[in-house]
């Protein structure tokens, strides 16, 4: 194992970077990166990061989750929680690994749950919540 | 062992881009180089390899459509980019990349000659 030496100054001088430590704090000390990995698949955190949109049909909740695979995900809507959690399974050779991500968000009132989709792809989940029809927003005619 | 792959070549110029998350995994006769490209569809992953510098580039797809309104952002909307030294030498003609669910495996065997020979002991 060669040592290299660390070097903070070119590592966490960007905003970029600091997003990114926060998601991964060994990222920047690649040597321990490497170490851990030996242990545990420490480059991806067991939290996705989210976003929420809406439109006015719809919310919509956006998972990163790079590397799972359909059938290793799960969605549930209770209580309005919105549960995602999936396995994220590895193979390095004959050695196999797996991390679990898990995610919960709630979910504004006024969502009609019997209505919800999800879609994955590229290693992003996109939840769509439709609005009740009560909670979208009316035009009202100008007599 | 020596670890095949350091660091970035030179500090990144480009403020726009998010260093990926990656991992490094390997053996004698090839290293597989798995970067996190969330977002990222397979016509959008761009692989150079010269003077022994890998770049990787990632541009996601479409963001946010139109009419949608934010709520809450975690996700950051950046192009990625990683750049890796290899101080292996590999067989550029057998490099093979395979995109997957939003990660980039990149499968690189090292050349025939800079691998380690057993000496037979008479």
């Known amino acids: ?143 | 062992m020596t670890t095949t792959l350091e660091k970035p070549a030179r500090a990144e110029a480009d403020e726009n881009l998010l260093k990926p998350l990656y991992r490094i995994n390997g053996n004698e006769h090839a290293y597989e180089v798995r970067v996190e490209l969330p977002g990222v569809p397979k016509s959008g992953v761009s692989i150079d390899l010269e003077d022994n510098i890998l770049t990787i580039r990632g541009k996601r797809a479409a963001g946010v459509p139109d009419g949608w309104k934010t709520l809450h952002s975690e996700i950051p909307a950046l192009d990625f980019l990683l750049r890796l030294r290899l101080n292996t030498p590999v067989d550029e003609e057998s490099l093979k990349a395979v995109v997957e669910n939003g990660v980039l495996s990149v499968h690189l065997p090292v050349k025939e000659a800079a691998r380690p020979r057993r000496i037979e002991i008479q």
């Open chain 1, 1 to 143: 194992m060669k040592i290299t030496r660390f070097n903070p100054s070119l590592n966490l001088g960007r905003v970029a970077d600091f997003d990114q430590w926060l998601r991964n704090p060994f990222a920047a000390f690649p040597l321990m990166g490497q170490l851990l990995g030996d242990f545990a698949p420490a480059f991806t955190s067991g939290r996705p990061a989210t976003d929420v949109h809406e439109d006015k049909d719809n919310y919509y909740a956006c998972f990163e989750l790079p590397g799972v695979k359909k059938e290793d995900l799960k969605v549930e809507i209770h209580d309005r929680l919105l549960n995602v959690s999936a396995e994220r399974k590895e193979k390095n050779g004959e050695q196999e690994s797996s991390l679990t991500l898990c995610r919960s968000i709630s979910v504004p009132e006024g969502v009609n749950a019997e209505g919800i989709s999800a879609r994955l792809e590229d290693g992003i989940l996109v939840v769509t919540l439709p609005k009740q029809e009560h909670r979208k927003p009316k035009l009202i005619e100008i007599a």
